[in-house]
């Protein structure tokens, strides 16, 4: 889970946080996955920021919330590193979309 650094970082604007969810290079019954079937591109967010603003100064809200699981552009973002831990920062507009649970 998120390291209390990651928790305190509050991205402006329409930024989202996002933790990249590594998947198992292993199955279950020992045997080492391809790189095609491990590569997904999916992360939870950690934090939001209030979003962006419109010509007229109107605050537009995020479409995502802290604890969704989001699908992420293969490339993009902004890395950064918080404790032992590395995060991406994303504008709301370039996640794909929420993976429901």
């Keep these: ?59 537009v809200p995020p479409s995502v919330k802290e604890g969704d699981t989001v699908l992420l552009p293969e490339f993009g973002g902004t890395q950064i590193n918080l404790g032992e831990k590395q995060f991406v920062l994303y504008r709301d507009d370039d996640i794909l979309g929420v993976l429901e649970k």
């Design 1 to 59: 889970m998120a390291t209390a650094a990651a928790k305190r970082l509050v991205p402006l604007l329409d930024r989202v946080l996002v933790e990249k969810v590594v998947p198992p290079t292993k199955s279950a019954g020992g045997i080492l996955l391809p790189d095609s079937m491990t590569k997904v591109n999916s992360g939870v967010v950690i934090s939001v920021g209030p979003g962006g603003r419109t010509r007229d100064g109107h605050t």
